[in-house]
């Protein structure tokens, strides 16, 4: 079946613009997360959507949201661009939520912000 | 505040030799805990899971919560091998998160 599926792969986008990254889950997994991952900070958590809502926001400004529609397909947008907004941006899903499941990751969008 | 610690970014091993990754963490609750492995250019792949206690490509990992510690093993490496390896911990409560360590780039020398 098919994966994760992030689109698009690469983005280059100016300072103060916005930029919305999409997801495809797996299909029948319910669960999405995001993911920022850049050479300083690692991978580090942004927040998961189940069933439409999201349920945990990690430590980013709030220029930084998505959703979650019904089909379990997920966007992030991040508005007023800065460049350290720099990064590979994940998205993983699983079936269901709780920590028996392992998240399967996409390939990610490479914004690069200029 | 949960945490993940891989003390070691870089780790060179030659082919045949035995590898342990090392992996600690800081976390009041209950955790459950991983190891993602990404190949070069491939995207982030999940090792193991230490609820199955499974062996994959022949690592292994052992989750021993009185040194807070899920180091991977692997009794002979291969050049197959070389990757980033991150450890990571799931929060629980209903809203999960995956927290990573840092990463351990492992290079298996011919």
Not at chain 1, 24 to 41: L, M
Request: hydrophobic share 30%.
């Amino acid at each position: 079946k098919a994966g994760v599926t992030q689109t698009p792969r690469y983005l280059i986008k100016t300072r103060g613009q916005q930029v919305t990254l999409s997801c495809s889950p797996i299909s029948g997994h319910r669960s999405v997360s995001w993911y920022q991952q850049t050479p300083g900070q690692g991978l580090q958590f942004l927040f998961e959507y189940f069933s439409e809502t999201q349920r945990n926001k990690g430590n980013f400004p709030g220029r930084f949201s998505g959703r979650q529609f019904s089909n379990s397909r997920s966007e992030m947008n991040v508005s007023t661009l800065e460049l350290g907004d720099s990064a590979l941006y994940l998205c993983a899903s699983r079936p269901s939520t709780g920590g028996l499941w392992g998240y399967t990751f996409g390939s990610g969008t490479r914004l690069t912000v200029v | 505040a949960q945490r993940v610690t891989q003390p070691e970014k870089l780790l060179s091993v030659f082919k045949g030799a035995p590898v342990e990754l090392k992996c600690n963490y800081s976390y009041s609750g209950s955790p459950e805990l991983f190891w993602y492995v990404q190949y070069s250019r491939q995207r982030l792949q999940l090792l193991l899971r230490h609820i199955s206690r499974e062996s994959i490509k022949g690592f292994t990992a052992d989750l021993n919560k009185g040194e807070t510690s899920f180091h991977l093993k692997k009794p002979f490496a291969q050049e197959e091998d070389s990757a980033m390896y991150y450890c990571a911990l799931s929060t629980q409560g209903g809203s999960e998160k995956l927290v990573f360590g840092k990463g351990t780039k492992l290079t298996v020398n011919p």
